[in-house]
């Protein structure tokens, strides 16, 4: 079974994570922060993972250390799971419509951080979350998974389908780079024989 669990106490946070990734999309999460909650909700639903989440954080100041810790743990999690990656069909990309938006998600499960956040949320707030916090969490997840992960705005007005068809757009992009490719389930997808 590909799982993990993740433990990660700060000063600033206390988080804990269970993930499966060969899951059905069940979901338990309590972030203390409501539009995050809706985030990781329909993540792992989309990306059919079954995935607990709870964090306890200092939501007194702001939101900050939530999701950046949330990201940081989250990513510690998959690559737990993942172990060696044999199998992995390696790549996954969606471009994901929600309304008026349109998200493009190319993502390569390389062992190699790097994020490209091309996409502009027009508001400042969905309701008492920073919208800057969306980029955050994705930097902090995309180094701790050793993700390779671009993100691209086709189109978009609305800051809440934005940002919903960002986290929908990685989780199906997600799936399916974490995919086993039946045909080299005993093979490391690289040439280096490593990720």
Known sequence: MRSSQIIRTTGETDVRISLDI?????FDIDTGCGFLNHMM????????FDLS????????????????????SLGQ????AL?????????GNMTLPMDETLILCALDISGRAYLNFDVSIPAQKVGSFDTELVKEFMTAFSREMGLTLHFKML??????????????ALARALAQAAAIDPEYADEIPSTKGVL
């Open 155 to 168: 189109a978009g007005e609305n800051s809440h389908h934005i940002i919903e068809a960002v986290f929908k």
């Open 83 to 91: 172990a060696d990656k044999k199998g992995i069909r390696r790549y």
């Open 22 to 26: 060969d899951g059905k999309g069940t």
């Open 77 to 80: 999690a998959f690559k737990e």
């Open 53 to 72: 989440i709870k964090c306890k954080g200092d939501s007194h100041v702001d939101d900050h250390h939530t999701a950046e810790d949330i990201g940081i």
């Open 41 to 48: 909700e329909l993540f792992a639903r989309h990306g059919r």
